[in-house]
């Protein structure tokens, strides 16, 4: 990199001036050398130009006749992002240097060829009148591959968009080492082919689908590891392939084959036959092995003649969901619908996919597919490799062949789940032709066909499709975007930061239609600015804003739509990993990418833009009276936008476990709901709308009324963490305190490899085998580590009604509130999960998800005032008094909870037993997960807590030690209140044994 740089430098330093010499060896005319002389001690008045460190003009030239001024920054220069404000300062500056003897004179300033002006996005552009040369023609037509029915049209959104994305590298076979492995090292207890994943799956696509777009990914997005796939030819297991019509199939040519291995040049969707069906349906009913969610994708063959749209109805859990495919385009590979949850079995009306005409056109038929399933493209060493390329030089010279021995080598499958592995394989097994996609090197080097294949993909999509259909496939891409971190540490351990790189070299700065490359550039500084400027406010407002590169990376330069490749942060930097592993942070840099990629096509179509909502909060499900609630909310004003705010909301809702609803649209923040029936669990959540899109659902929030029930629990939602690790920097030992704290993912983590196991800062990456300080274990590959699901409530609740109980819940913010209504409840089930203070992601002295703030101290006195029983559990209910460390919250605590902390990292093993004393009370033997059950979270750290007073007593013991697992209070309020959460207990009939002993206790009058 810094070679091509110093290259370009010494060809301005030797060409650029001589261009401007006078002819016949004259000498400089007397205005330039003025000019050169007064320019010579010229400083630049833009500090926050960073690049080059130290900013110097390269040349002058001086036209006397035009009157005119032309001086040349170093190309590095425009690795700055350039503003009008800034720009008229430059000008203004240099002509304050210049002086009054040029002051009829013009001034243009020149980097990189071309007038720095130019450098000014069309977005930032307000004086300067917009380049339309870097606008993309619009569409003749702009065709939606799939529509969920129903959906609103987000007009100030991303509707009808089309993005393709992937988000890093992946599992990879290395065919110089007969071996599958990661194309980066494992550092910090993961690796960028899987942390960057971490980004796009749960944050990125769906807030640009919330807000219209159809996303493309080369990678597979369902994480989950089963796979069932229904299809004409055969079908994965018992499944069911069922056609319902009156006039017989006709064979529309190739289709997909179910096959265990796919082996080089296997392409699934020509190995097998599709049909068309006249009338009627094709009904897919799918065998699955697990109860759980799935991710849906159908596929119909690629037919030059085929215009119709099929209406393809997804049966499950919740119901039915319902969307138009576009079958004119998109056939021949695997196209994405949406994740349900589906029962264990054959169900056809809780887990099928229908496929009808919408239109009475022809409906083509291939395969459905449930869930992601594990990798089975196998590889093998070519007889013939070439050696690794760097991207930035790939395709531009060919690379030597190397022959290997004549070793007979086996075929090997990756074992790893299929979201695991690299783009080359996924797009093999979605039908993509492989020498014009995924096999560029003619199968010799799986590591740069990875990286071409992305870019070559996106081609593939949007080139429209020949007589044979092989050219392409026909969708009008809007943009791509290749989402990265990148190596590096620094001395000081301060921040890397964000890198944006783009291209214009190619095709004389065009793309095939025309438009100037240019508009990668806009792309990559929108985001680019949009990522830094929202992280000096929420996280750093130190974070390093890194250059702009204009440079011929493959996946910045082969797209043939606007492109960026976004480097974030550094994976191998400590200060900039603390910041990476932090779901919120990873939610707000999502956030930004969005928000640029929507700020970009926005300008680049000339319309007005909305910003989506961000989550509502403040939940409150208030019951009203036999089987009704009221269910209310809190909408969220977002600081950073001020067009986010929702115009409506929608309202969901799912029965017992099964999945949400499509929901219902409403204008206020307050819905009176009844409940179906008695004796039944029903839980919500609330998304907010506007006319840019759709919010993440809040958290989720439950209720159950048994008839004839006694009393009312109140269930209190208080586990909102989400956060990293712990880490800890000391005496040249530094990384991931694991042992301490793994934090709590958002809903779940994915992209863990296993433990950090080199924490010496001077351990030298040697070989990504030996990756030196970070280097961490293998065997969390593949594992998917539960978190926070924000819908706990639903398990206590379940539980509350199993011991012949109504409930009810809330979240904390609204019991914490002085004017919430006690007077409904006869007890209060105070759920804190893995709940403490943690140091804020941008302020670390300031502590977030503080349990005993002074709002809830205010609210436990309340509840003691107003005699309501209570229970209470948590992994860190003790250890939080102690990083609070305030001997009047303490004390408090004990008079009210009448329990005091004494150690956390009680137990490593969950079992627990009642105590004698507890007796007759409670009784029996159970067990929490603390980590080998994926059920659920685990309570890795629970807390080992005290009786208070004379009256308290131990009610439970850890087995492992003895230690006291819980305490109970035989008072005028009774309570009980345990140092392990109550969700985390494994089985369905301890939870329910457990909770009517608790609820039997503190009830008792």
């Not at 032309?70 to 430059?90: C, D, F």
């Not at 005496?731 to 301490?740: K, L, N, P, Q």
């Not at 280097?775 to 580590?785: L, N, R, T, V, Y």
Request: proline residues 6%; negative net charge; contains cysteine.
């Amino acid at each position: 990199m810094r070679r091509s740089n110093l290259l370009f430098s010494l060809f301005l330093f030797l060409i650029v001036p001589g261009m401007f010499q006078p002819l016949s060896g004259q000498k400089p005319g007397r205005m330039q050398r003025i000019a050169e002389s007064r320019l010579g001690e010229w400083v630049t008045p833009i500090p926050e130009w960073l690049f080059p460190e130290e900013l110097k003009i390269d040349s002058v030239s001086v036209d006397d006749q035009q009157k005119e001024v032309s001086i040349w920054l170093p190309a590095e220069a425009a690795h700055n992002p350039v503003r009008e404000e800034s720009h008229a300062h430059l000008v203004n500056s240099l002509r304050e240097s210049l002086g009054r003897r040029f002051s009829g004179y013009g001034i243009t300033v020149l980097c990189g060829g071309q007038p720095l002006e130019e450098l000014i996005p069309n977005y930032f552009r307000y004086e300067l009148s917009r380049d339309a040369g870097r606008i993309p023609p619009a569409p003749e037509s702009r065709p939606r591959l799939v529509q969920r029915i129903g959906s609103a049209e987000y007009s100030e959104g991303l509707d009808g968009r089309n993005i393709a994305l992937w988000h890093s590298h992946g599992y990879y076979f290395d065919m110089t080492l007969d071996r599958w492995e990661w194309q980066r090292a494992k550092l910090f207890g993961s690796v960028e082919d899987l942390s960057v994943m971490a980004y796009v799956i749960p944050y990125l696509v769906p807030m640009l689908e919330n807000s219209g777009a159809t996303v493309f990914i080369p990678r597979e997005r369902d994480i989950q590891l089963n796979e069932v796939i229904v299809d004409n030819n055969g079908s994965t297991g018992n499944s069911e392939f069922v056609l319902q019509v009156t006039e017989p199939p006709v064979e529309a040519g190739p289709g997909f084959l179910l096959r265990d291995t796919l082996f080089s040049g296997d392409n699934p969707f020509l190995m097998g036959t599709s049909l068309t069906i006249s009338d009627g349906s094709a009904l897919f009913i799918p065998e699955i092995p697990e109860k759980g969610s799935y991710g849906v994708t159908v596929s119909w063959p690629r037919l030059t003649d085929n215009a119709g749209k099929a209406l393809v109805r997804v049966s499950h859990t919740g119901g039915v969901t319902e969307f138009i495919a576009d079958q004119s385009i998109g056939g021949g590979t695997w196209v994405w619908l949406g994740s349900f949850i589906f029962d264990k079995g054959l169900d056809r009306d809780r887990g099928s996919v229908t496929l009808t005409s919408t239109d009475g056109s022809p409906v083509a038929v291939d395969a459905v597919r449930f869930g992601g399933g594990m990798g089975n493209v196998a590889r093998r060493p070519s007889s013939s490799v070439i050696a690794n390329q760097w991207s930035l030089n790939a395709g531009d010279q060919p690379a030597g062949d190397e022959s290997q021995s004549a070793v007979s080598y086996s075929w090997k499958l990756s074992g790893k789940p299929r979201y695991l592995e690299a783009a080359r394989y996924w797009l093999q097994f979605a039908g993509m032709p492989d020498t014009l996609v995924y096999t560029v090197n003619h199968g010799r080097n799986d590591y740069n066909d990875d990286y071409m294949s992305r870019a070559e993909w996106v081609n593939y999509l949007n080139r429209e499709p020949d007589s044979t259909g092989g050219n392409g496939m026909g969708i009008p891409v809007d943009l791509s975007f290749a989402f990265h971190t990148d190596a590096g540490i620094t001395p000081d351990d301060s921040i890397i930061g964000t890198l944006g790189i783009y291209s214009t070299a190619t095709n004389e700065g065009r793309f095939p239609d025309g438009t100037s490359r240019l508009a990668s550039r806009d792309l990559t500084d929108i985001v680019q600015t949009q990522i830094v400027e929202d992280i000096y406010v929420l996280f750093n407002p130190d974070w390093t804003r890194r250059a702009m590169w204009d440079r011929s990376y493959y996946e910045a330069r082969k797209p043939d739509v606007p492109a960026m490749l976004l480097e974030l942060l550094s994976h191998q930097n400590l200060a900039d990993q603390r910041y990476g592993f932090d779901p919120r942070f990873r939610f707000h840099v999502s956030r930004a990418v969005y928000k640029g990629i929507l700020r970009y096509l926005a300008t680049a179509s000339g319309m007005e833009y909305t910003i989506h909502p961000l989550p509502v909060s403040h939940m409150e499900l208030a019951p009203l009276g036999g089987k009704s609630v009221r269910l209310s909310w809190t909408p969220v004003t977002d600081p950073l936008e001020s067009t986010a705010d929702p115009l409506s909301y929608k309202v969901y809702m799912a029965v017992g476990d099964n999945g949400f609803d499509n929901g219902r649209e409403v204008t206020g923040t307050i819905l009176n709901i009844e409940l179906p029936s008695y004796n039944m669990l029903y839980r919500f959540r609330v998304t907010a709308l506007n006319e840019g899109g759709e919010s993440f659902p809040s958290e989720t929030l439950s209720a159950g009324f048994v008839a004839d029930s006694p009393e009312t629990v109140l269930v209190v939602s208080g586990f909102d963490r989400i956060s990293g690790p712990s880490w800890f920097d000391r005496g040249g030992m530094a990384g991931v305190a694991w042992w301490d704290d793994r934090g709590v993912a958002d809903h779940y983590n994915f992209s863990n490899t296993g433990d950090q196991y080199d924490f010496n800062r001077r351990s030298p990456w040697t070989d990504d085998d030996n990756a030196g300080w970070g280097a961490s274990w293998s065997d969390g590959e593949g594992k998917i580590i539960p978190g926070n699901t924000f819908d706990f409530s639903a398990i206590h609740g379940s539980s509350i009604m199993a011991a012949g109980r109504s409930f009810i819940s809330v979240s904390d913010e609204v019991f914490n509130s002085p004017e919430f209504d006690l007077r409904p409840y006869a007890a209060v089930d105070l759920l804190f999960g893995e709940e403490k203070s943690t140091p804020s992601a941008c302020y670390p002295e300031r502590k977030e998800f503080q349990i005993y703030t002074p709002e809830f101290m205010r609210s436990l006195e309340r509840l003691t005032e107003a005699s309501i029983p209570l229970f209470m559990s948590g992994a860190y209910i003790g250890t939080d008094l102690m990083i609070t460390a305030d001997s009047a919250v303490s004390a408090k605590v004990m008079q009210l909870l009448h329990f005091k902390p004494r150690t956390n990292h009680a137990v490593r093993t969950g079992e627990f037993y009642a105590t004698d004393i507890a007796g007759p009370d409670l009784s029996g033997k159970f067990s929490f997960n603390t980590g080998s059950y994926t059920g659920i979270y685990a309570a890795e750290s629970p807390d080992a807590i005290e009786p208070a007073d004379r009256r308290s007593r131990t009610a439970f013991r850890y087995s492992e030690n003895n230690t006291s697992a819980a305490v109970m209070h035989n008072g005028e309020v009774r309570t009980v209140v345990t140092g392990f959460p109550f969700e985390t207990v494994t089985s369905q009939e301890e939870r329910d044994r457990l909770m009517k002993q608790i609820l039997d206790f503190i009830l008792k009058r």
